[in-house]
T-cell receptor
Framework: SAVISQKPSRDICQRGTSLTIQCQVD?????MFWYRQQPGQSLTLIAT?????????ESGFVIDKFPISRPNLTFSTLTVSNMSPEDSSIYLC????????????FGAGSRLTVL | GENVEQHPSTLSVQEGDSAVIKCTYS??????FPWYKQELGKRPQLIID?????GEKKDQRIAVTLNKTAKHFSLHITETQPEDSAVYFC????????????FGRGTSLIVHP
């Protein structure tokens, strides 16, 4: 399965600032997603990162707050903009491997704490 | 869209006992049902999955069953060990669409030594 490198692994941020999370995959993948996992909660899909076009956002998530880039088939970034304490969460990059098995693999996650 | 319900939210068992986690789904088009295990502070990892063309799948102490008619599937762990303690998530998706799995809310399994 694909190996995903995600950074930063954790960060402490000040209210009102923005932080960009990077996701690097060791192979080309068609489908790449960004999830949020709030403390003790399930995995909530933020958006599908589309290569060469705008991301597809789920209900409740908007581009101005969570801009996403995907310049190629191995890399994507998620920015959490104008952060507030409610944005404190784990953000996970995930990919569907291209082997045809449709298995979803997650990165290690980025734990953000907003003060 | 798909809706996945998962029960129980917390499950506490003694080492050596069996544990069962149940999920139901709403979309009859769903045909792929993975289970993920998330240990504290770590990423969710796939432990077993089942596709709609089979009713049961086993992998050592773990088994998953699927009832497509009733739209429910279950995870069975036998001879539980303390290292089985984790949060388990079920999910459902359809390979015919864009493949975006919908996750259940998770079950926190605690295995007492």
């Amino acid at each position: 399965s694909a190996v995903i490198s995600q950074k930063p692994s954790r960060d402490i941020c000040q209210r009102g600032t923005s932080l960009t999370i990077q996701c690097q995959v060791d192979s080309q993948v068609t489908m790449m997603f960004w999830y949020r996992q709030q403390p003790g909660q399930s995995l909530t899909l933020i958006a599908t990162a589309n290569q060469g076009s705008e991301a597809t956002y789920e209900s409740g998530f908007v581009i101005d707050k969570f801009p996403i880039s995907r310049p190629n088939l191995t890399f994507s970034t998620l920015t959490v903009s104008n952060m507030s304490p409610e944005d404190s969460s784990i953000y996970l990059c995930s990919v569907v491997d291209s082997s045809g098995a449709n298995v979803l693999t997650f990165g290690a996650g980025s734990r953000l704490t907003v003060l | 869209g798909e809706n996945v319900e998962q029960h129980p939210s917390t499950l506490s068992v003694q080492e050596g006992d069996s544990a069962v986690i149940k999920c139901t789904y709403s979309d009859s088009a769903s045909n792929y049902f993975p289970w993920y295990k998330q240990e504290l502070g770590k990423r969710p990892q796939l432990i077993i999955d089942i596709r709609s063309n089979v009713g049961e799948k086993k992998d050592q102490r773990i088994a998953v069953t699927l009832n497509k008619t009733a739209k429910h599937f279950s995870l069975h762990i036998t001879e539980t060990q303390p290292e089985d303690s984790a949060v388990y998530f079920c999910a459902a998706s359809s390979s015919g669409g864009s493949y975006i799995p919908t996750f259940g809310r998770g079950t926190s399994l605690i295995v007492h030594p």
